[in-house]
C-alpha cells in the first residue's frame, strides 16, 4: 500500500482534510503525535510541524525517521507577495516539489493551480512595502513558515515532495490584526487576552476578523478538496 506523509503546521489548517479520512487513530511516535487514516487505497500519515523553522525542523526529523514514505506532501496556508495570486488561490511551489508539476496538475485536471516559487520566511508578514521589498530581492510569489525545512529534511531521506499551498492573504487583503496578536511563535498558540484587548480597544476591526474567518475556512475546504484528489489521483 501506498502510504503518504501529509503535514500541516496547525490544526486550523488540517481539520477539514482529517475529516475526510476513513479508519482514523492517533499514535505517538518519537515522541510527536501522528494522525493515521486512509484515503481509498492509501495509507495516510498526518503531522503538525507547529509554525515556523525550529519546531518544523525537530518535528520533521522525527516524523521521517525510519518511515518510508512514498511521497510527502506539505500542506497548508500561505500568503502572497504580490496581487497576481489572489485568496483560495491554489499553488504547488514548484522550487520546493519534487514530483513533477505536470502530474500534479494532471491529478487536479478540473482545478485551475499556480505554479510558483515560494519562500520560507522567520516570521510574518503583513505590510504591503515588505511583501514587494521579499518579492523583490527573492523572486518569489508566495510565502510560508515552514516548507522549506521539509524540503531539506525529505532530501535528505530521499523522499519526493509536493508543496501544495492556498493563499489565505495578499497585499490587498491582510490580517485582520498584526501578526504579533494572531499568534505567538514562542508560545505556538493565539494568546486569547492579547487578541480580545486588540479588538476590544479596535473594535472597527471586528468585521475584518469575522471576514478573515470566513476566509480560513473557505481555505481549508479548497486545500482538503485538493489534496484528496492528488492522493486517490496519484500514480
Not at 503535514?7 to 488540517?14: D, K, Q, R, V, Y
Not at 495509507?43 to 514514505?69: P, S, W, Y
Not at 500561505?78 to 500534479?104: R, Y
Amino acid at each position: 500500500m501506498t502510504t503518504i506523509g501529509v503535514t500541516f503546521a496547525l490544526p486550523a489548517e488540517s481539520s477539514e482534510f482529517l475529516h475526510r479520512l476513513r479508519n482514523k487513530s492517533r499514535a505517538d511516535r518519537n515522541g510527536i503525535r501522528v494522525i493515521r487514516g486512509t484515503i481509498g487505497e492509501r495509507a495516510i500519515e498526518v503531522l503538525h510541524t507547529g509554525v515556523g523553522e525550529n519546531i518544523c525542523r525537530q518535528r520533521i526529523a522525527k516524523f521521517l525517521d525510519r518511515q518510508q514514505f512514498d511521497v510527502v506532501i506539505s500542506a497548508g496556508f500561505a500568503g502572497s507577495l504580490n496581487d497576481e495570486l489572489q485568496v483560495n488561490d491554489l499553488l504547488i511551489a514548484k522550487n520546493f516539489s519534487t514530483l513533477p508539476v505536470e502530474h500534479t496538475r494532471s491529478w487536479l485536471s478540473n482545478v485551475t493551480i499556480d505554479a510558483v516559487n515560494m519562500l520560507t520566511v522567520p516570521a510574518l508578514v503583513d505590510s504591503r512595502e515588505e511583501r514587494e521589498k521579499i518579492a523583490r530581492q527573492s523572486g518569489a510569489s508566495a510565502a510560508d513558515m515552514e516548507t522549506e525545512s521539509i524540503a531539506r529534511a525529505c532530501a535528505a531521506h530521499g523522499i519526493s515532495l509536493l508543496a501544495l499551498r492556498v493563499i489565505t492573504d495578499t497585499p490587498s487583503q491582510r490580517f485582520p490584526a498584526p501578526a504579533s496578536v494572531l499568534f505567538d511563535i514562542q508560545q505556538q498558540r493565539t494568546r486569547i487576552p492579547a487578541l480580545a484587548k486588540f479588538f476590544i480597544t479596535h473594535p472597527n476591526r471586528v468585521p475584518s476578523l469575522v471576514h478573515f474567518a470566513m476566509k480560513i475556512a473557505r481555505a481549508r475546504t479548497i486545500l482538503a478538496n485538493a489534496l484528496v484528489e492528488v492522493v486517490r489521483n496519484m500514480r
